[in-house]
């Protein structure tokens, strides 16, 4: 079976709905065809200012997030990324292999950056990427045997860093003797960038939305409905669906769209002659039918701590055993001398 690997942030007490559509609801549906490896990236939510004990929690709200959605440990290595040690090492070596100038024009690096206090931006998130590229070739499969489909569903928002992955994959290879399989990055188009609520042009984030522009998988029903009332719409009365023109509309339609099946052109002839208003009123309950069970759920999960932590250790140790597989070829062809 083909693999496939993500990671999230557990960057906030919850997610929100552009992961969601973006990249977990993904992640469920590859579990049914593919061999997968998910992780909670608490290394990378150290790159910029936090605190301890809130990542500590937070940690544990994603894993329990990601239960909830449907992630099944039965089926699939759901693992925290420091729980495998691996990937900081293999990040160290590709970092050697990585030019100064090439980790500078990473978008994401320059955009949250600029957002840094006092300190001013960490090494770390600089070299942010790069332990990204790590986190997805220690599971590269093995060269020959099924490395085709090697494919990692996200947003669009990381689609330079997965060409950075490909190009360092490359790179070691070249260098050292085909190690890695190169990944795929697997973005459907149609909820690849779900937007910002006041500010439809931008995407919906963490770092940048304001509140009102996010809707949280675990906010409460009564704010998330009033959020999606008060989303920011085009000038017109018309629903159609035209980036262009209609960046607010079209974003309300393109989130329907994604959550009912039905199609922008069905929701469009549905809603001919309609309201703004009728459109968010029906999408809210749809937002609020899928997010309250998910909510619930993780509630739920989070309730038993003892088992959740187990879920993850066996995730872990499972995911180590890979892991530990790669960092030895990695190890030998890079020319360490063998511990014996
Ligand atoms: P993160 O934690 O910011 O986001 C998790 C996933 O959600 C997607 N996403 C969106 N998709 C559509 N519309 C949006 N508005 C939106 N906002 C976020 C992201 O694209 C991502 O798929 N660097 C990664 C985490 C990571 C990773 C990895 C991913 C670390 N190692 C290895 C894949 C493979 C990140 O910060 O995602």
Redesign the pocket.
Known sequence: TPRV?????P?GDS??L??Y????RQWVALQDTHDAFY?V?DL?AITVEYDPEALRRRTRVSAAQLLAMGVDPERSTLFV?SHVREHSELAWILGCLTGFGEAGRMT?FKDKSAKQGTGGPSVGLFT??I??AA??LLYTPVPGAGGQGFQ???????RQ??ELTRTLAQRFNHRFGETFALPEAYIPKA??????LQEPTA????SSSSPQGIIDVLEEPGSMRKKIMRAVTDTGTEITYDEEKKPGITNLLRIYSALSGSTTGDLERQYAGAGYGSLKKDLAQLVLDTLTPIRERTEKALGDEEQLDRILARGAARAGEVAARTMEAVRDRVGFVGRG
């Open positions: 690997l993500s990671g999230i942030q960057t997610f929100h552009g992961n559509l973006g990249a977990l992780c990236v990378h990324q994401q942010y990427p332990l990204q986190d997805i990692v569903p996200v947003g669009e928002d990381q860093h997965l909820t690849a960038k779900i937007t910002d995407k919906m984030s963490k």
